[in-house]
């Protein structure tokens, strides 16, 4: 006998795939953060595997870069929240700075810099920033 959908769940692709973070703001923190990113990436697997392993990669990417430029940018403490969404993974950070991220040039020959807010954009297929009275969340997704 099959049972009827009941709308008012969570959708068993989506469940139980959200993991919520809290950071000092300490340098450290940017591989704290890519590492509670690992260990969600890794609990998101073992029921369904990314659909390349560069997927996996570019999430861990895409998070380090946006903690180390809260620790760069923003100084304070930092948020990571990390959930599972149709065809991907939905990562918001949430930093205390009202100031919006701007793309810098790259000049290479000055040590290089100014190439992750590119990156974050040319790996994720969403980027928005959302600017609230106690600082700014960056949303991003990215395929899974």
């Not at 809290?22 to 923190?29: C, D, W």
């Amino acid at each position: 006998m099959a049972t009827e959908p009941r709308w008012d769940d969570t959708p068993p692709s989506e469940e139980g795939y959200e993991r919520r973070f809290s950071f000092a703001g300490e340098l450290r923190n940017v591989t704290e953060a890519r590492l509670a990113a690992e260990d969600f990436l890794c609990v998101l697997a073992s029921d369904a595997p990314p659909g390349t392993p560069e997927y996996w990669d570019d999430i861990l990417l895409v998070v380090t870069e946006l903690a180390a430029n809260v620790i760069q940018y923003a100084p304070g403490p930092f948020g990571l929240r990390m959930r599972r969404t149709f065809d991907g993974v939905h990562v918001t950070m949430r930093d205390t700075s009202t100031t919006k991220p701007e793309p810098r040039p790259f000049h290479p020959r000055t040590g290089g810099g100014g190439i992750g807010w590119h990156l974050v954009h040319t790996l994720c297929t969403q980027v928005s920033v959302v600017v609230h009275d106690r600082g700014k969340d960056i949303h991003v997704f990215l395929p899974w």
